[in-house]
C-alpha cells in the first residue's frame, strides 16, 4: 500500500468524523488540527493528539515496509483508538472481499496458511478477526521450559505440533505508550533492567518481521515510529450522557493526560522499586488507592449523568472487595502476598489517571480456565515435567516467554484509556461491551455489585 493512499484514507475518515462530531453538537471548529484527530464512537467522542508538532502520517507507522502490503496501520488505526475492532474489520472485508493486508494467512487467520482461495474460505478463515478482533500470536514451547503441552483441544484443527500454541489476542492500542512498565500482553518485550523505549524499538523490529513479514527496518525508521508513538495521547473528550469530559472542571481528555507524571513504580501497592531507567527515585510508600482524580468535580454537580460518572470513580478507586487466588499476586506460594487481600480495582489498575499497572507484575485473574472457555477459542493442556500436574488453559500467557510453571496464564493489566472506542476488551476479547468485564470481576471476585453500581461503573469507563 502506498503512504499517500494511506494517509487520504485516514483523513478520508477524519473529514467525515468531523461531520458526525458537529451533528453531536461538539464543534469547536478545531477537529482537523495537524496535531490531533477526533473520531466520533457508539457512547461520544474520543481525542488523539500528539505532543510533536503534527501527527504525521508519512512516518514509517504508516509506510509499507514489509512485504505482505500491511503497516502498523494494518492493525493500530486511530479510530478505534489504536488497536482494531471486529466492526470496522467487517467493513473492510466487506469492501475489499477479505482481501485488505490485514487479511493474512501468517496470523490474520485462525491457522497459519489456511486455504483462503474463495470468499467463504476467507470469510470462515478469518472468523476470530471478524468477531473479535483476535491476532493469531503463534509461539514455540521455551527450550528448557518446566512444562510440556500434552493436549490441543483446536475448533479449528489447524494440525500444528504440541511444541508450539496459537494464542489469539487483541492488539494493544499504539498510544499513550508513556505510561507503560510492561510491552505486550505477556511482557515477551520487555527486557529486565531496560528502558521501555528500548523495548519498544525492538518491538517495532519484530512487529515488521513477523506481521508484516519484512527485513528489520532501519534504527532511523525504528526511532521515528517509536518517537511517533510515544507522542500520542488518546482519550474520550465528550459524552453522549454528560456532555464534555472537561466541562465543570472535571479534567478529561487526552491534553490533560499527557501532562500526567509518571515513573515506573508511581503508585505501587508492594513497594517493589525496580532497578531501571525511567523508574521512580524513590518508593511510592505503597498505594494510595484514589488512583483516577480525572471527575472528583463531578462528585456534587447535579447533571445525572455526571454524578454517575463521579461515583463510578469512587468506586473504581473505593469499593473494596476481596482478592484471593491470584497468581503473581496471591495465588501461589512463591507470590509477594501469602493471603487473600480486601482491596479495591486499583490495587492492579494503579497508575495515576492511566489505570495500568505501574510495574511489570503479570497476573492470572482468571479469564483462561475451562470454565470461561468459549468455543471458538482452543483448550491447551499443560503438563507440569517435574510434578506431573496439569492444567487447561485457552492461553498459557506469560509461560510461553520464560517456560516457567508459575507463568501459566498471566497477563499485565492494561491501560484503561480510550475503551469506548475499542471493544471487545481483555487479551482474548472475552468481553464485548464494558459491562460484560464488569460483569466477569462481580463473578470472578464476588463483589455484589449492585445494578446502579454497575452501571456507575461502566458510565466511568466509558469516560476514560
Ligand atoms: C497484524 C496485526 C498487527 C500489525 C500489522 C502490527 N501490530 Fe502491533 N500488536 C498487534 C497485536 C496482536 C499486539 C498484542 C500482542 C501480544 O501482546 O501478544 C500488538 C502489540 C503492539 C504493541 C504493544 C503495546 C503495549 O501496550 O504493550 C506495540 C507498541 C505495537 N503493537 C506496535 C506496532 C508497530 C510499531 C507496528 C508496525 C511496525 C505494529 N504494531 C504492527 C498486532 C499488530
Ligand atoms: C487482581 C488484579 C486486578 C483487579 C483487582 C482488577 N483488575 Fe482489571 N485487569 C487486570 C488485568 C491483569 C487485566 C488484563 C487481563 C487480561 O486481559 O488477561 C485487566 C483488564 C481490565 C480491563 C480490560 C482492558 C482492556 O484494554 O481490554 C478492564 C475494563 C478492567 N480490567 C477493569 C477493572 C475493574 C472495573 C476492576 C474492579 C471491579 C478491575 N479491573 C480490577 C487486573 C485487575
Redesign the pocket.
Known sequence: MDTKRTAQTVFGIAVTIFVLVTAVGQTTGDERRANQLTFANRSGVQRTITTADAIDMKNPFFQDIGTNGRTCFSCHRPAQAWTITPEELRQRFDETDGRDPVFRTNDGSNCEGADVSTLRKRRRAYSLLLTKGLIRVGIAVPEHAEFEIVDADDPYDCGAPLTQASMYR?P??TTNLGFLSTVM?DGRETVKGQAIRSDLLTQASDATTTHAQGAAPSPVQLQQIVDFELALFTAQIHDNGAGSLRAQDATGGPRRLSTEPFCIGINDPLNILPVMPGACATSSGGLDPNVFTIFNAWERTKVPERRAIAQGQQ??NT?E?V?DN?PG?NGAPEDPVGTPLR???????DTPNA?N?SISM????G??TVARRTPDLPLYTLRNKATFETVQTT?P?RAMVTGKWADV????????RA?AA?A?????G??AT?EE??DF??AR?N?G?TAREKAD?VAF?KAL
Open positions: 487483541r494493544l492500542p500482553w468506586l473504581f469499593r472487595f482478592i491470584v499476586l482491596a479495591t480495582c486499583t490495587l492492579c489498575h489505570g499497572h503479570p497476573l492470572n485473574i479469564l483462561t492461553d500467557g496464564s498471566k497477563f499485565k493489566g492494561p491501560i484503561l475503551l475499542r471487545p476488551y481483555f487479551h482474548n472475552a468481553a464494558l468485564a464488569v470481576y462481580d471476585f463483589i455489585l461503573l469507563l
